[in-house]
């Protein structure tokens, strides 16, 4: 039951994360609004996706921690810690990231796209947005690989007597 469980939150974990990128992101520039109205449009799904994020991950962890504990299988140790690493991502974006770009754009009068090229604030609000999508396409991809792992881990392709060793 636990195992299900963790399946289906890594499955809803991944792919909120997966359907907010592929139908919120690039709309909300492509439909006309202003990059500023946008960037905060949008700010408020990445605030509620770090949310569950560190949730789903510290759930995930403790869902798997009992297995990792008897040592059943290889690599339990490793699928514990993964979904903790990826909310650890979802922690720096929701505490430290978000809110250090939302400063900067502040500071620029509601949009970046006013500073002066070579501006300092420019290159910062570069390298934390880099960093920020970094951040939430690890987390994708962690917490998706940790269900497909899961899935496979539950129900192990079974070879028949007849093939051969590799």
Known sequence: MRARFRIALLAAWSGSLIAYALL????AFEVGLPSHLAADLLRRGFDGLDRAGMLA???CALLSLPDARQGRRS??????????L?????????????PELSALRHAAGGSVG???????GLARFASLHQ????????????SLGCCLWDIFAAHPIKRSPDAAPS
Not at 114 to 120: C, E, K, T, V, Y
């Open 57 to 59: 991950g510290i759930l």
């Open 75 to 84: 690599g339990d140790w490793l699928r514990t810690m993964i979904p903790l």
């Open 114 to 120: 006013q500073l002066a090229a070579g501006d300092p």
């Open 131 to 142: 960093l920020s999508r970094t951040l939430y396409v690890s987390a994708a991809f962690m």
């Open 24 to 27: 919120a992101i690039a709309p």
């Open 86 to 98: 990826a909310s650890v991502g979802h922690a720096l974006s929701f505490f430290w990231i978000t």
